[in-house]
């Protein structure tokens, strides 16, 4: 079956640029969307089908996916990004897939 | 505006049923392509996917969990029941029901509920 693999955790400091990534066997071929999850809240879609922005998510957040890996960046990270983030792509025979999450600490 | 919600018992004791209703307005589950889905987390752990029903009521079960899921959908209420069976400690979770979108061959998840956390323990 199709796994997706990210880091368990991630820092960045404040106002400079974190990178999180999803890996997968040739992810580049699916679509990849990340989710943003902060304690005790449900998570809110942050980027859809790769690197598309729903309303209201700020520019700062951006997508990539090519090869074995899809990329969240977040630029001028702040306080208020602290959370876990998930990717999850479609599969056409286990249907939903989610990676196992990161954690990003802003120091 | 769509919303979902959750509701059901916060707490079951080992082998019992768990029965979870989803209840959701701005949307029909009447309308072509569209489905709602259940995830849950167990507490400081990764979101698991668990079953999806569609608009047409086909069902999706994650593999590891068929056996023990179900779901059905009263679609002039606006409700999916989430139906899990032989419930064990370690299904302690929050359990999510979300809003599925279908857009290029692809599915994911804009509006989520809130989450109704569920103990099994006896």
């Known amino acids: 079956s199709y796994e997706l693999t990210q880091p368990l955790s991630v820092s960045v400091a404040l106002g400079q640029t974190a990178r999180i990534t999803c890996g997968g066997n040739n992810i580049g071929s699916r679509s990849v969307h990340w989710y943003q999850q902060k304690p005790g809240q449900a998570p809110v879609l942050l980027i859809c089908?790769?690197?598309n922005r729903p309303s209201g998510i700020p520019e700062r957040f951006s997508g990539s996916n090519s090869g074995n890996t899809a990329t969240l960046t977040i630029s001028r990270a702040q306080g208020g990004d602290e959370a876990d983030y998930y990717c999850q792509v479609w599969d056409s025979s286990t249907v939903v897939i989610f990676g196992g999450g990161t954690k990003l600490t802003v120091l | 505006q769509i919303t979902l919600k959750e509701s059901g018992p916060t707490q079951v004791k080992p082998t019992e049923t768990l029965t979870l209703t989803c209840t959701f307005s701005g949307f029909s589950l009447s309308t072509f392509g569209l489905g709602v889905v259940w995830i849950r987390q167990p507490p400081g752990k990764a979101l698991e996917w668990l079953a999806l029903?569609?608009?047409?009521?086909?069902?999706r079960y994650s593999p590891s969990l068929k056996s023990r899921v179900t779901l059905t959908k009263d679609t002039s209420k606006n409700q999916v029941v989430l139906t899990m069976t032989d419930m064990d400690p370690v299904d302690t979770a929050t359990y999510y029901c979300?809003?599925?979108?279908?857009?290029?061959?692809?599915?994911?998840?804009?509006?989520w509920g809130q989450g109704i956390l569920v103990t099994v323990s006896s």
């Open positions: 029903l569609y608009w047409n009521d086909d069902k």
């Open positions: 979300a809003h599925r979108i279908a857009v290029g061959g692809t599915h994911y998840f804009e509006y």
């Open positions: 089908r790769d690197s």
